[in-house]
């Protein structure tokens, strides 16, 4: 007789088991039958290999259909193992099976329970292994190896067993069965990694593996002991729960609100610690103290986390089941029939004893009774503490609500720790339930300072460590260890010093594995929304999300936000929502496969642009579809939307021209435009680097676009990233002698750039007149500029303005004070319509040619007001500092009180150029001023110490232009101090500035008023007499 045609669709979501046609349960675990992803999924699995030791033999020495019998005997029962342990078999190999945890849900316990599993295979394959020896004088064993790791798992290939994982992870894994001495298991670095806590291993041994060129390293697994298994390691210090306990304390000392009590929160969050400080405190007051707990591979086995508790309270770990017989009934005396029951609960009955013949309610209510009476016996305070309810069986969970519904009747306080996802019978029944929220961002901090350390570099680590931690304690503790295993820290707790980089905080494998579990079990259209959710991004709304999972969403989010994976930030006019743990939307994102988050990427880019405001939404549309892998188009998207930015966040705006240079220099060579492409965002990066500070970057971004404008039709790009390096060189880093032979080159070739737009050219045409007038080749500089403003583009420029306030400082340093004033008053005038990082930036030379004493602007201390406070409400770093230092310096030549407002302002301007590396050329005008107050105040010699060294720099590499401010400084602090040597310093000062004076009046006049002074100093005849 034939075996019956069984058709078989897909796998089990649960087990993995075939399931029939058109089936709607499992034939095996009895699970709903619940669609599952059709293209798969990358998953954090733990791989099982066994493999018979000397099949050949064992063939030679058995006729085929006895050896077929032994088989099937074994590979059924060993299949039986994975099943109850939560694993399904992924493939028979003939005289071997490959079995998954972790697939196809997620088990944040994948590798604990492969562990169990594999030792209770080879525990069967000993009794069979007797069994067969007495038979047929062969002996039977196995191999066993385990690896941890990522794998791509799904239906792959057709017909019944094709759900499967492929990877790197399963070979490995094929490699520790190989190297696995007979009868034992052997795991990977991966899986001991994640269970070590819970297991005894053997030493670390060496693997050769195929193909690797260093051994690999391994330890077998000899036992495994899950009590030892708590999420979380409680290595740091509890923070920020304070509160929180004194509340449990309370219920211990001066009387119970409740005496069920739930502590909810997610995974790691702090709850285990909670308990543990919790069941420090109240066994140090006196209260008896019960501490058990939950396991999620042990859910579908009755009566286990019961039998738990039962053991823990009645103190019996350890004794034999004779022994810990006696030693209950000595504390508890009871009927026979309650004790066979108690004991039957927990594992501890005797074979010869006669069956009991009592329904389930019967056994709860006496189990239930017994637990009172337990608790009655106590004349302290009893405190039982049950850690991880959401993985409680029913059978207990049923004995435990009956055991605390009658609160009058018994002495016992009861904390039970569990998930948001947990809406049991026990969390109903709590009176009283404490929320854990996250850490904020301060105590997150200071848990991973103090798990660190405090030198060096590591209170950044720790800062940064705390912003993907998101005030999680144990992805904290994780993330560190995780470091510490990948070499990048050495040291121990609170000593650990940084020798790697650092750079890459990736999620590690246990928060991982927490965070896929969660995820996976999910109702079907709950996960299709996260993932959706997770594609989007960080933030999201229900317009984007109809866009990928169009439907019904209330009811998904609704679960969504009652299990704390996402939160609800708007409600009108558009809900709005974000995921609670950064972490938990890598986690959602990556385990989809990168096929489909391209689809849902360029579904999502899309529907974004045709909602129109495409300027303003050109950064996430590029976003978009560069994670669709569409470069192209996201490299022009980048280009638009730096170029909506510019004018409102230039940071903002660099960021994606950066993004835009990773996505051209992605593209193949041969695409079209790609060049152009290429040249565009560097050229942009190099020439705004005078509004953001020093960049180590455009040095080598230079270079490239030197290199790839060789040849290329348009100068214009390299010319305008010219123009900006000349600027940012002269304002920003006083290197002006790096600045004059661009400046020479870029005025070589100015006039061949045909493609050029009037506002490209009056960007340029801005750098050159910078360039002479940094040297005091004031005619030269109104030449240039002259040159800008006959372009006469529409609509007036930034570069139109600044060139109307480099020719009025020009007119004025030439004697022509009237028209000069004129031109920097419509300067002004054209740049208050401007954002307010440009008004600083034209109202600064207000500042420029007062702390030069050119020109007393009291008329202008109102406006340079207004401009501080638009640049503080704009928020831009080299406006605020602008504003800063010309408003100071205009207060303190009309002003002139060293104790007032005025240098308070050019302080913080100081501060901010060192800190920011911006506007280096107005330290000149600052320091000046700063260092005339200073030497009154005693700090005279400092003073001309720093001046001094502002006037060598002056000579040789800052600007010429502002050589005169700390100069006349310098020289009136020397004349008041008086010395000889001071003297002839001054004289020195004045002689080199008259070698490289532009012979102007107003540039000379601080010299006319120093040797006006020295005139007068003390020896200063006797000085001259000698020259």
């Known amino acids: 007789m034939t075996e019956p045609d069984v058709q078989t669709i897909a796998s089990c979501g649960s087990c993995g088991n075939d399931l029939r046609a058109r089936a709607r349960f499992c034939d095996v675990c009895g699970s709903a039958v619940r669609a599952g992803p059709a293209s798969g999924e990358h998953k954090l699995v733990t791989v099982l290999f066994a493999d018979v030791v000397g099949s050949m033999r064992l063939a030679a020495a058995l006729d085929a259909e006895r050896l077929r019998e032994i088989m099937n005997e074994l590979f059924n029962r060993s299949a039986a193992v994975v099943q109850r342990y939560g694993g399904i078999t992924s493939q028979f190999t003939g005289d071997g099976l490959m079995a998954l945890f972790g697939a196809p849900l997620a088990l944040e316990d994948h590798a604990l329970r492969a562990c169990i599993a594999a030792l209770e295979i080879q525990s069967l394959v000993e009794a069979l292994s007797e069994e067969i020896t007495r038979r047929d004088g062969v002996a039977l064993e196995l191999r066993v190896g385990l690896n941890s790791g990522a794998v791509v798992v799904g239906e792959i290939g057709s017909g019944p067993g094709r759900y499967t994982a492929v990877g790197h992870a399963v070979g490995m894994a094929q490699r520790m069965e190989a190297a696995a001495p007979p009868g034992e298991v052997l ?113 579908p086995v009755a009566f286990r986390a019961l039998s738990r508790t039962l053991r823990a309270m009645f103190g019996i770990d350890g004794l034999s089941a004779h022994e810990a017989r006696e030693r209950i009934t000595a504390r508890l005396p009871m009927r026979s029939t309650d004790a066979q029951i108690l004991f039957d609960a927990m594992g501890l009955t005797d074979a010869s004893w006669p069956a009991l013949h009592v329904g389930a309610d019967g056994r709860r209510h006496r189990l239930a009774e017994t637990m009172r009476r337990f608790v009655r016996r106590h004349r302290e305070p009893v405190v039982v503490v049950v850690e991880d309810v959401h993985w409680i069986d029913a059978a207990s969970e049923a004995v435990l609500a009956e055991f605390t519904a009658d609160s009058d009747a018994t002495s016992v306080v009861v904390v039970m720790t569990q998930r948001p996802e947990y809406h ?195 950064a996430v549309i590029a976003t978009h ?103 940012a060189f002269i304002v920003n880093s006083s290197r002006v002698r790096d600045a004059m032979p661009l400046a020479a080159e870029l005025a070589g070739i100015v006039d061949t750039l045909h493609h050029a737009a009037p506002a490209d050219l009056e960007i340029i045409y ?117 504003a800063q230092w010309t408003l100071g310096t205009l207060l303190m030549q009309t002003v002139g009180d060293c104790d007032g407002e005025a240098v308070g302002l050019l302080q913080r301007a100081e501060a901010g150029i060192g800190a920011y590396r911006l506007q280096h050329f107005a330290v000149a005008i600052i320091r000046s001023q700063l260092a005339l107050c200073e030497a009154r105040t005693g700090g005279r010699d400092d003073a001309i110490d720093g001046l001094r060294a502002l006037v060598r720099l002056h000579e040789h590499d800052a600007p010429l232009v502002h050589y005169g401010c700390p100069a006349a400084a310098l020289c009136e602090l020397l004349l008041e101090r008086g010395g000889p040597d001071d003297l002839q310093e001054v004289d020195e000062v004045i002689a080199l500035w008259r070698r490289r004076s532009p012979g102007t009046a107003a540039m000379d006049r601080w010299t006319e008023r120093i040797l006006a002074l020295k005139e007068h100093a003390p020896a200063s005849g006797e000085l001259a007499g000698q020259g």
């Open 424 to 618: 049991g019978v026990l969390r109903r029944r709590a009176g009283l339930s404490i929320t854990l929220a996250p850490l904020n961002d301060s105590l997150t901090v200071d848990l991973a300072r103090n798990l660190l350390g405090h030198t060096g570099p590591l209170p950044d680590l720790a800062t940064r460590i705390a912003g993907v931690a998101g005030g999680n304690p144990y992805f904290v503790e994780e993330i560190v260890r995780d470091l510490v295993g990948r070499g990048v820290l050495v040291g121990g707790r609170g000593n650990y010093r940084l020798v790697g980089d650092a750079a890459d905080l990736r999620v590690p494998a246990t928060v991982q594995a927490v965070l896929a579990a969660r995820i996976d079990r999910l109702e079907p259209a709950t996960k299709e929304v996260l993932n959706a959710a997770a594609v989007i991004g960080t933030r999201f709304d229900t317009e984007a999300l109809e866009v990928l999972a169009p439907g019904g969403l209330s009811a998904p989010l609704a679960e969504l936000v009652a299990t704390e994976l996402i939160d609800q930030t708007e409600f009108t006019p558009r809900q709005r929502y974000c995921f609670r743990h950064p972490l938990v939307r890598t986690v959602a994102y990556e385990s989809q496969m990168g096929a489909h988050r391209a689809r849902a990427h360029r579904q999502l880019a899309g529907a974004i642009e045709a909602r129109g405001n495409q300027d303003e939404n050109a």
């Open 187 to 299: 795991c990977s670095m991966s899986t001991v990694d994640l269970v070590q806590r819970a297991t005894r291993m053997g030493p670390v041994v060496e693997v050769r593996v195929k193909g690797a060129t260093d051994p690999v390293l391994a330890r077998a697994l000899i036992g495994v002991e899950p009590g030892r298994m708590v999420l979380g390691r409680n290595e740091a210090t509890m923070v920020g729960r304070d509160r929180e306990l004194e509340r449990l304390i309370a219920l211990v000392q001066d009387g119970r609100e409740a005496n069920l009590v739930a502590v909810v929160g997610a995974p790691g969050v702090g709850k285990s610690r909670l308990v543990e400080e919790f069941c420090r405190r109240a066994g140090a007051a006196g209260a008896a103290v019960v501490l058990t707990g939950c396991d999620a591979h042990s859910m």
């Open 766 to 882: 801005t750098s050159l007149a910078f360039a002479r007038w940094a040297n005091c080749d004031f005619a030269a500089t109104i030449e240039v500029i002259d040159r800008s403003l006959a372009l006469d583009a529409e609509p007036p420029s930034v570069d139109r303005a600044v060139a109307f306030a480099v020719k009025g400082l020009c007119e004025v340093c030439l004697g022509d004070h009237a028209g000069g004033i004129a031109h920097l008053r419509t300067a002004t005038d054209l740049a208050r319509a401007m954002p307010p990082v440009i008004f600083s930036a034209i109202f600064l030379y207000w500042g420029i040619l007062a702390g030069m004493g050119l020109h007393v602007a009291d008329d202008l201390i109102d406006e340079g007001r207004t401009a501080l406070a638009r640049a503080q409400s704009f928020g831009d770093r080299f406006g605020i500092i602008a």
């Open 625 to 727: 579809l560069e994670a669709a892998g569409e470069l192209v188009s996201a490299c022009r998207w980048h280009l638009r939307a730096a170029a909506w930015l510019r004018m409102r966040d230039m940071s903002a705006a660099r960021l994606q021209w950066e993004s835009a240079v990773r996505a051209a220099d992605q593209l193949p060579e041969g695409t079209a435009d790609v060049v152009g492409l290429r040249i565009t965002p560097r050229a942009m990066l190099v020439s705004t680097e005078l509004f953001v500070g020093a960049d180590p970057d455009n040095d080598e971004r230079f270079r490239d676009l030197r290199t790839l404008s060789r040849g290329f039709d348009d100068q214009t790009p390299l010319a305008l990233a010219m123009a900006g390096r000349i600027m």
